[in-house]
C-alpha cells in the first residue's frame, strides 16, 4: 500500500482514534488528522518492519485498518500525556 493511501487512511482513522482515546478536552480536527496519519505511517512501518507482517497490502483489509488505528491511539495517547504535563506546569 502506497503512502497516499496510509495518509488517507491516517485521516479517518484519526477521527475514530479521537473517540476512543477522548479525554477531558479533544484536539482540533487538524491536529487530530495529522496525528492519524502519523500514526497510521508508524503503525505500518512498525507492523513491516518490526514485525515482518506482509499482509498489509489492501486499503480495505482488516489488518491494515487495525494496524492503522493502534497508531493513531497511541500517538493520541502520548499527545494527551505531553498536553496533561504540560498543563500541570501552569
Do not use: D, P, Y
Amino acid at each position: 500500500m502506497g503512502v497516499i493511501a496510509w495518509i488517507v487512511l491516517g485521516i479517518i482513522v484519526g477521527v475514530i482514534a479521537e473517540h476512543f482515546v477522548s479525554g477531558r478536552k479533544s484536539h482540533g480536527l487538524i491536529v487530530t488528522c495529522l496525528i492519524g496519519i502519523a500514526g497510521a505511517l508508524l503503525g505500518g512501518w512498525i507492523a513491516t518492519t518490526v514485525f515482518h507482517v506482509h499482509s498489509l497490502q489492501g486499503f480495505f483489509n482488516l489488518s491494515t485498518w487495525i494496524t492503522a488505528l493502534a497508531g493513531s491511539v497511541v500517538l493520541l495517547g502520548a499527545a494527551q500525556l505531553v498536553e496533561g504535563r504540560r498543563s500541570l506546569r501552569r
